[in-house]
């Protein structure tokens, strides 16, 4: 079992920065893929960014990949999400979550344990 706690979300204006981080405690947390999801009111939740166990393979939607940097620190069991040159259609709650495998993954149901989300709002 992991449980997963995100902070740092937070009010940014368009072009500026924020990182928001995700505290995971319990068993195992150097084992886990981690990633960071993220969902809009009335929309599906999106793919943003995940991470392999031992931090050396990522992946990044498109949209984002040249803006936002996934990392983790496994002696911290921390994973942060470092998001810069922002825009207001990144406004939303952005979620953490853990996986079982090894490798990096895209899909929600490879991802049993989820955060309670973090907002993340930005201003034109």
């Known amino acids: 079992q992991v449980q997963l706690v995100e902070s740092g979300g937070g009010l940014v204006h368009a072009g500026g920065s924020l990182s928001v981080s995700c505290a995971a405690s319990?068993?195992?947390?150097?084992?886990?893929?981690l990633a960071w999801f993220r969902q809009a009111p009335g929309k599906e939740r999106e793919f943003v960014a995940s991470?392999?166990?031992?931090?050396?393979?990522?992946d990044y939607a498109d949209s984002m990949k040249d803006r936002f940097t996934i990392s983790r620190d496994n002696a911290k069991n921390t994973v942060y999400l470092q998001m810069n040159n922002l825009k207001p259609e990144d406004t939303t709650v952005y979620y953490c979550a853990a996986s079982r495998l090894a490798v990096t993954t895209r899909r929600i149901d490879d991802y049993p344990y989820w955060g309670q989300g973090t907002q993340v709002t930005v201003s034109s």
């Open positions: 319990g068993r195992a947390f150097s084992m886990y893929t």
């Open positions: 991470i392999n166990w031992r931090g050396a393979s990522t």
